[in-house]
């Protein structure tokens, strides 16, 4: 299930994410940037000719081909700053995904996208729409899958993912493609779990 699949990760970079959530503790950025080595780590394991990660706040910029390696490179190269764009950065990553389908590039299981994030999109029903919209271009089920992983403890963007992973199918998607974790919940779980529960939920 795991295998033969493609993985990006879209991370998070606005503003808020240099914020510590407990005093003196570690900021969510230091905090998204393990979870996200360890999430490429193991995806590399799958997928060996690297992941594409995304990091956007108010833009976004895409890196190809990335090894577990090269992570720590990518957050070193960039500071949180700015705000929460997230639906252009999940249509070009959906859309990303669709243009390589039509040409034969994906991997026969399709694709799971992992975004990284602490709040609440600057424009929510643009992001609900972009995944109407990709949910609406599927074939099957499991072939596109988003999670969206919450660091740091956000309340609204707690009830904002949730809403998320339970409404969206009877917005009009065609497909529940949507799960969210918590860092509490990725405590308790394996990342191979975090990654099955992504496809599977």
Known sequence: MLENRDYTIIIDKSGSMSTP???GGRSRWLTAQESTFALASKCEQFDPDGITVYLFSSRYKRYDNVTSSKVKQIFQENDPSGS???ASV???ATNSYFERKATGQTKPAGET???VTDGEPDDPDALEKVIIAASGRMERDEELAISFIQVGTDPQATQFLKHLDDKLQSNGAKF???DTVTMEDMEEMSLSEVLLNAILD
Do not use: R
């Open 21 to 23: 959530d407990q005093p």
């Open 84 to 86: 929460t764009d997230m």
């Open 90 to 92: 999940l249509k070009d």
């Open 113 to 115: 996208i992992l975004v």
């Open 176 to 178: 529940d493609i949507c």
